[in-house]
């Protein structure tokens, strides 16, 4: 088996479901990043920064400027967690939520249609093979990362 050009053909097909979000996002004048941000805070009903962190795999500075610059817009809010100032709430404002209900039920309809199109074990297959591919995918490119990031520490 050719994994090289296995590899590469996977790639472009993320590579063109990323292209799909980001197409869908900029429709409605955001990018896929804030999307998928405000997605994670509608489905979840609110969560902390360092959840959106950790989910997205994104700096804190990147996640804390989307959500300020939401909270400005009126759409997003921080509530502190009782006991724990440094930790915030982040959840959607009623205009916040008449926002997301106009911009994510056509893409979660979309993903939803496309999870149809499946039979119920091909879908569970879709799911065990997908998420067997991300943690391996993840754990090596992590692996990279602390190495190189050692590596440059050292020189």
């Known amino acids: 088996m050719e994994y090289k050009n296995d590899s590469i053909d996977l790639c472009e097909i993320m ?15 955001i990018n896929s990043t804030t999307m998928y941000l405000l997605y994670i805070v509608h489905i979840s009903d609110g969560c902390t920064q360092k959840d959106i962190c950790e989910k997205m795999l994104l700096p804190k ?4 400027s989307i ?17 724990d ?20 039920p056509p893409i979660i309809e979309a993903e939803a249609y496309a999870i149809e199109q499946f039979s119920e074990e091909e879908c569970r297959l879709l ?20 190495l190189q990031t050692d590596n440059e520490n050292k020189s």
């Open 15 to 29: 590579q063109d479901f990323d292209s799909i979000y980001e197409y869908y996002a900029k429709q409605y004048g």
């Open 61 to 64: 500075q990147t996640v804390n």
């Open 67 to 83: 959500v300020k610059d939401y909270q400005r817009k009126g759409l997003l809010e921080a509530v502190e967690l009782s006991g």
């Open 85 to 104: 100032r440094r930790h915030k709430h982040i959840r959607l404002t009623k205009q916040g939520k008449e926002y997301c209900d106009k911009i994510l």
């Open 127 to 146: 799911f065990s093979l997908l998420g067997k591919y991300k943690q391996a995918f993840k754990e090596k490119v992590m692996k990279s990362i602390h």
